[in-house]
């Protein structure tokens, strides 16, 4: 963290000395009001830089909470959803045995009258 600090101030020291540089060599005093303005944008966002990295840096903190949330909520409907698939197969595997036993009762009584149960029947096409 001081390493960081550290650099920082020596980024802005070496940029006030290219300023004076630039503001030497400049020969008409009509520019200087502009580059003044110019150079004063470049450092006070040079002395934000700090600022704004701390704020960047809490966006992606954000970023990276909610992108754990959507994990998690998907993670969620899938067991949901794998819960709904085991409730259906087990009562899909009930009706069929409901069914089974039930063919089986119809099947012994009309042995028992002697009658012939047809499902369907098709005449032509």
Known sequence: MLDYLYEWIRQIAY?????TVV???VAGHSYRKY??????VILVLMIL????RIF??????????????????AERIEE?????????????SEELSDVGTMKE??????????????????IGR
């Not at 949901?80 to 899909?92: D, H, L, S, T």
């Not at 009762?105 to 098709?122: A, H, W």
């Open 80 to 92: 949901k959803i794998q819960e709904m698939e085991q409730a259906v197969n087990i009562a899909e």
């Open 15 to 19: 940029y006030m000395v290219l300023v």
């Open 105 to 122: 009762s119809e099947d012994s009584r009309n042995k028992k009258t002697g009658q012939i149960e047809v499902e369907e029947i098709r």
């Open 35 to 40: 580059i003044r303005l110019f150079t004063g």
């Open 49 to 52: 830089a700090p600022v704004l």
């Open 23 to 25: 503001m030497q060599v």
């Open 56 to 73: 960047e840096s809490r966006k992606q903190d954000v970023a990276l909470w909610a992108d754990y949330e959507y994990e998690a909520a």
